[in-house]
């Protein structure tokens, strides 16, 4: 079947820098693309989501763009705090499904002091 | 308050064992899910109710079998528990209305270890 991947499944970033957290798509039929943070014995936490007719949307510190050509999809952390660090999971909606979330594998990002 | 709501969040069980976990959602949604999440930290569908109707049943052994009383509540009973269920178990619930995915929203789980 289709799959969402991600290719790091480990980030390290200093306090202060930048995060990048990638991830491909398979379904081109999707309608939301949605970014997850999952910290430890917690269930996924909304951070962002963009829907398939757009490529760029911004939100408090984080930026989500999408390439549909390329199937592309990133989460874009400004400044990374440490409680930034989490799993982060893309996830994908294709509303003939009803409404299941498809998720990725999970990048674990770590915010070194 | 908590919006989606699981117990027990911890549950050891021997093999061969049934179990019951509960979810309720106090958001006025219509639709719920079961999760699972593995020990690679993979999230798959299980289940997805709405309006106590059953509209997805990926493939799950029917040793696993979900039940809504009412659209607040969908509770997952797992009869003759085998090794391999041990794993995080998700509740989720969305409204379906509008931005479809923010109004998704996941409990904190539950970690079934099978002995």
């Known amino acids: 079947g289709e799959s969402v991947g991600l290719h790091l499944p480990t980030l390290s970033v200093q306090e202060g820098d930048n995060s990048i957290i990638n991830c491909a798509y398979s379904?081109?039929?999707?309608?939301?693309f949605i970014w997850y943070k999952q910290e430890s014995g917690k269930g996924p936490q909304f951070i962002i989501d963009?829907?398939?007719?757009?490529d760029k949307r911004q939100g408090q510190r984080v930026t989500v763009l999408l390439n549909k050509t390329v199937k592309h999809l990133s989460l874009q952390i400004a400044a990374t705090q440490p409680g930034d660090s989490a799993v982060y999971f893309c996830?994908?909606?294709?509303?003939?499904?009803?409404?299941?979330?498809?998720f990725g594998s999970g990048t674990q990002l770590t915010v070194l002091p | 308050d908590t919006a989606v709501s699981q117990t027990p969040k911890y549950l050891v069980t021997q093999m061969g064992n049934d179990k019951s976990i509960k979810c309720e959602q106090n958001?006025?949604?219509?639709?719920m899910y079961w999760y699972k999440q593995d020990s690679k930290k993979f999230l798959k569908i299980m289940f997805s109710?709405?309006?106590?109707?059953?509209?997805i049943n990926e493939t799950v052994p029917n040793r696993f079998s979900p039940k809504s009383p009412d659209k607040a509540h969908l509770n997952l009973h797992i009869n003759s528990l085998e090794l391999g269920d041990s794993a995080v178990y998700f509740c989720?619930?969305?409204?379906?209305?509008?931005?479809?995915?923010?109004?998704?929203?996941f409990g904190s789980g539950t970690r079934l270890t099978v002995v």
């Open positions: 989720a619930s969305s409204d379906g209305q509008g931005a479809i995915s923010a109004g998704y929203t």
């Open positions: 379904n081109s039929a999707s309608d939301y």
């Open positions: 963009i829907r398939s007719n757009m």
């Open positions: 996830a994908e909606i294709y509303s003939g499904s009803a409404r299941q979330l498809t």
């Open positions: 958001l006025g949604h219509d639709t």
């Open positions: 109710y709405n309006n106590k109707e059953l509209i």
